[in-house]
Nanobody, 118 residues
Framework: QVQLVESGGGLVQTGGSLRLSCAAS????????MGWYRQAPGKQRELVAT???????NYADSVKGRFTISRDNAKNTVYLQMNSLKPEDTAVYYC????????????WGRGTLVTVSS
């Protein structure tokens, strides 16, 4: 099992920045990719950014050029640096990890709320 704990959410004005962190614990060796998803009120959860254990990244078009995902394997932590935030970035952000031995096994954090005021 893998446990994921997010931190770093909060209230920020349009154009501001926030950095989210997600610390993983437990069976770390089973993790392949880690990343971030978000869910805005009344909307489905959507991918924000992911990074594999080899460093390959994938971003949603809506955040390209504004958000940067990074990973510190020594600390078992993944980060999401969010710049130039917009009101439409307001959502609960969830950390995610998948299992390198079984693609059907996914791990989720409890989420952290990001609110961008206009």
């Amino acid at each position: 099992q893998v446990q994921l704990v997010e931190s770093g959410g909060g209230l920020v004005q349009t154009g501001g920045s926030l950095r989210l962190s997600c610390a993983a614990s437990g069976s770390i060796y089973t993790i392949n990719a880690m990343g971030w998803y978000r869910q805005a009120p009344g909307k489905q959860r959507e991918l924000v950014a992911t990074m594999t254990r080899f460093g390959n990244t994938n971003y949603a078009d809506s955040v390209k050029g504004r958000f940067t995902i990074s990973r510190d394997n020594a600390k078992n932590t993944v980060y999401l640096q969010m710049n130039s935030l917009k009101p439409e970035d307001t959502a609960v952000y969830y950390c995610n990890a998948d299992n390198r031995f079984s693609s059907s096994i996914l791990y989720w954090g409890r989420g952290t709320l990001v609110t961008v005021s206009s």
